[in-house]
C-alpha cells in the first residue's frame, strides 16, 4: 500500500506543512452473516416472541440527550487557549486548516473500517501529543453531528486539565475503578464534546490500564454516550508499558513525532512496538524544521 501524506507547500521556501497522516494500514475483515431458523414444536406455543416481550426481555438503552445532558458543561476559556496554541477552539489562526485535514482523513479511515477508538501517543516527551489530541477533538466536535469523547490516558503527567484551564479536575482513578459514575466525572466543553480529566499523577498507571474494570468503564462509556469517536491522550509509547497496557482498547493508534527532535529509529522502535498489538492509523509531524505554520496559504 502506498503512503499518502497531507502537506501543504510553501510558495517560497518550499517547505511542508508540520502535519501529516498516513492512512490506516489494516482493514477489519468482513463480518460472516448466519441465518438461524427457528423450528417449531408440534402441539406447543409458537416459537416467536412479540415486540412487546422483547423488549421486556432486554433492557432499554438510556435515550442519548439524557446521557449527555446529565454530564455538567463547561465553558471554554478562550484566552487561555489561545496562550496554549490551542488554535481549533477559535479558529482565527490559519493553522487550524491543518487540523481539519487531520480530522477528516481520520474520520474516512475510522468509517471505512468501523473503528471508534484511538489513543494518541508520540515516541518520546515534549512531541505535542496532548496538544495534538485537544486540537483534534476541538475539530472533530464542530461536526454537530458528531459526538466526540477525549480521555485524558497519561495517568503519569496528565496535562489536558492545565491546557482546559481546569483547576480542580476529577480523578480518573476513581471512574476506572467503578466508584465515580460517568456523569460526575466528565465535563463537557461543548454539547457533543466531553472529557475525561484527571488531578493527579497514579503511580501504578500501567497496572491499572491492564486491569478488567478498566476495560470494562470504557467499553461502558462507549455503550453509553455511543460516540462517533473516542480519543485517548496517552504517555510516550517508549517512556513506560502503558501505550501496551491499553492497546487492546483501542482500534488504532495516532503517533506524532516532533519535528527536530524525533529520529527515525525513535519511530521504527515505536512502529515494532506497536506490531500485531494495533493498526498504526497516521503519523502527524509536529513543528517540522520550527517553520511557522502562518507562513502558508489559506483556502
Known amino acids: 500500500m502506498s503512503d499518502r501524506r497531507l502537506t501543504f507547500k510553501s510558495e517560497k521556501e518550499g517547505k511542508d506543512l508540520p502535519l501529516s497522516l498516513t492512512p490506516a494500514m489494516a482493514k477489519v475483515p468482513e463480518a460472516v452473516a448466519e441465518k438461524v431458523v427457528a ?69 474516512q ?5 468501523g473503528w471508534t477508538k484511538v489513543a494518541i501517543t508520540s515516541p518520546t516527551k515534549g512531541c505535542g501529543k496532548s496538544f495534538t489530541a485537544l486540537n483534534l477533538a476541538l475539530s472533530l466536535s464542530r461536526r454537530d453531528s458528531s459526538n466526540i469523547v477525549l480521555m485524558d490516558m497519561d495517568l503519569r503527567i496528565p496535562t489536558l486539565a492545565k491546557l482546559l484551564g481546569v483547576k480542580q479536575p476529577q480523578n480518573i482513578r476513581k471512574y476506572l475503578t467503578g466508584r465515580q459514575p460517568m456523569h460526575k466525572y466528565l465535563q463537557r466543553f461543548r454539547p457533543n464534546l466531553a472529557v475525561g480529566l484527571n488531578d493527579m499523577p497514579v503511580q501504578n498507571a500501567s497496572e491499572i490500564l491492564q486491569e478488567p474494570a478498566t476495560a470494562a468503564m470504557v467499553a461502558k462509556m462507549e455503550r453509553d ?3 462517533d469517536v473516542m480519543l485517548f491522550d496517552m504517555p ?48 502527524i509531524l509536529n513543528n517540522a524544521d520550527g517553520v511557522s505554520i502562518d507562513q502558508y496559504g489559506s483556502y
Open 39 to 107: 423450528q417449531p414444536k408440534p402441539d406447543s406455543e409458537p416459537s416467536f416472541r412479540s415486540q412487546h416481550q422483547m423488549e421486556n426481555l432486554q433492557p432499554a438503552q438510556p435515550d442519548l440527550r439524557t446521557v449527555w445532558g446529565a454530564i455538567e458543561e463547561t465553558s471554554l476559556n478562550e484566552k487561555l487557549l489561545k496562550r496554549n496554541r490551542i488554535i481549533t477552539a477559535a479558529r482565527n489562526d490559519p493553522a487550524h486548516i491543518a487540523f481539519d485535514v487531520l480530522r477528516t482523513r481520520l474520520l
Open 109 to 113: 479511515a475510522l468509517r471505512t473500517n
Open 225 to 227: 454516550l455511543r460516540p
Open 236 to 283: 510516550p509509547a517508549l517512556g513506560c508499558d502503558d501505550v501496551l497496557a491499553f492497546a487492546p482498547q483501542v482500534d488504532g493508534v495516532l503517533l506524532v513525532i516532533g519535528g527536530g527532535k524525533t529520529t527515525s529509529k525513535e519511530v521504527e522502535e515505536v512502529e515494532r512496538l506497536l506490531k500485531d498489538q494495533t493498526p498504526l492509523l497516521g503519523v
